[in-house]
């Protein structure tokens, strides 16, 4: 029997010199005009998570087993005047979930939201089954919602006594618009005639440029005391209506600012660049190493009358073949563009790239920020 195996082996050779600056007048824009809406929060203005406890009824046969169901709807058939003992109910029909909902901003009581069940127990599916009305608290433990309604899966398991075949998870279900509204989260969102905006992603580039196209608009009211936020003052044609200059100001447009960066993965092979990342003059060598090892076994048989045994001796052939090597010159006005073709020219692999990027990081050629998950 044979057995092949493939080494490749990939050579780096990496020459960095003095790093040119790319001219802006010749760097076209990495990042688009974007609105400040896309890039920033107001502060005070957020989601409240919900959470409950109920009991899913109508299945199938495919509820919990557990005492857990039980003695919920021992504690439900109270509620009406029946009294059970949870001993009593055998019932697989009931389900044991939680509930969860997010709160959005500015809900007012009577509105809906939708809400997600998941089985606690060891429920099979929760396909088919009604959730019962069930009080949905947030962290100070208040009930903001209500929650009760028809669960939709979206998947199926269906299955005999031999086999059983399932399509997505029928253990969690969503019900749209099934949470009411019982009391809405007052959102300050003016602090002493302040607004300050919050940045998704933290630049100080970013952050000044939010505040010039605000200042260029509504005058000297906006400065950004750090990379993550813009103090923006109310002015006072706006002071009856902060709504309406929160939205003037999601209108405007920026171009903002990212440090360059590459993120690899080196699990999955997935590298992301970001166009801003530049490379300093590198030469890169490619080349690759075949070693091929085969093993023909060979048969030792003695003469007749010899007096002697069979026996199997083995034999091994190694072959060992390298490529031509190839190498690449970049210029250090090299974009990471220039970089994938002169990879792919190569015929390099997503793993070859994420190692020549760990080289080029070392080597002081890789003008970025490398994150290696």
């Known amino acids: 029997m044979k057995k092949s195996y493939m080494k490749s082996l990939l050579m780096f050779a990496l020459v960095a010199a003095i790093?040119?600056?790319?001219?802006?007048?010749?760097?076209?824009?990495?990042?688009?005009?974007?609105?400040?809406?896309?890039?920033?929060?107001?502060?005070?203005?957020?989601?409240?998570?919900?959470?409950?406890?109920?009991?899913?009824?109508?299945?199938?046969?495919?509820?919990?087993?557990?005492?857990?169901?039980?003695?919920?709807m021992s504690n439900m058939?109270?509620?009406?005047?029946?009294?059970?003992?949870?001993?009593?109910?055998?019932?697989?029909?009931?389900?044991?979930?939680?509930?969860?909902?997010?709160?959005?901003?500015?809900?007012?009581?009577?509105?809906?939201?939708?809400?997600?069940?998941?089985?606690?127990?060891?429920?099979?599916?929760?396909?088919?089954?009604?959730?019962?009305?069930?009080?949905?608290?947030?962290?100070?433990?208040?009930?903001?919602?209500?929650?009760?309604?028809?669960?939709?899966?979206?998947?199926?398991?269906?299955?005999?006594?031999a086999s059983r075949t399932r399509r997505n998870v029928v253990t969690v279900g969503r019900i749209p618009n099934g949470a009411i509204i019982e009391q809405g989260v007052n959102m300050n969102y003016s602090y002493d005639g302040y607004i300050n905006l919050l940045l998704r992603n933290s630049d100080f580039t970013t952050a000044q440029r939010v505040a010039a196209a605000i200042n260029q608009k509504f005058g000297n009211v906006a400065f950004a005391p750090d990379a993550g936020q813009v103090s923006v003052k109310l002015p006072a044609n706006y002071a009856n209506s902060p709504a309406a200059f929160i939205a003037s100001i999601e209108s405007l447009t920026i171009r903002p600012d990212t440090i360059a960066k590459i993120v690899v993965n080196e699990r999955?092979?997935?590298?992301?660049?970001?166009?801003?990342?530049?490379?300093?003059?590198?030469?890169?060598?490619?080349?690759?190493?075949?070693?091929?090892?085969?093993?023909?076994p060979q048969v030792s048989q003695p003469g007749p009358f010899s007096g002697g045994v069979t026996a199997v001796t083995p034999q091994t052939d190694i072959q060992a073949s390298e490529g031509v090597a190839q190498l690449v010159e970049l210029p250090s006005t090299s974009t990471v563009t220039d970089l994938t073709n002169a990879m792919n020219a190569v015929g390099a692999t997503p793993r070859d790239l994420i190692a020549v990027l760990q080289a080029m990081d070392e080597a002081g050629a890789l003008h970025g920020t490398l994150v290696i998950q």
């Open 77 to 161: 058939t109270s509620q009406f005047g029946v009294t059970m003992d949870p001993k009593q109910i055998r019932s697989r029909n009931a389900a044991v979930v939680t509930v969860t909902c997010q709160l959005p901003a500015f809900m007012s009581p009577g509105q809906n939201a939708d809400v997600v069940v998941s089985a606690m127990g060891d429920a099979k599916s929760l396909e088919g089954g009604v959730l019962l009305q069930t009080p949905l608290k947030a962290a100070n433990g208040g009930v903001y919602a209500v929650a009760q309604g028809p669960l939709t899966i979206g998947g199926w398991a269906e299955g005999g006594a």
């Open 19 to 72: 790093c040119a600056a790319v001219s802006p007048s010749f760097a076209a824009p990495v990042q688009p005009m974007v609105r400040v809406k896309d890039i920033v929060t107001i502060e005070g203005v957020r989601d409240n998570q919900l959470v409950g406890m109920g009991l899913v009824v109508g299945l199938q046969g495919t509820g919990d087993r557990g005492g857990m169901a039980s003695q919920m």
């Open 268 to 296: 999955t092979g997935t590298i992301v660049m970001g166009g801003n990342v530049r490379i300093g003059n590198t030469a890169v060598a490619h080349g690759n190493l075949m070693v091929r090892v085969s093993e023909s």
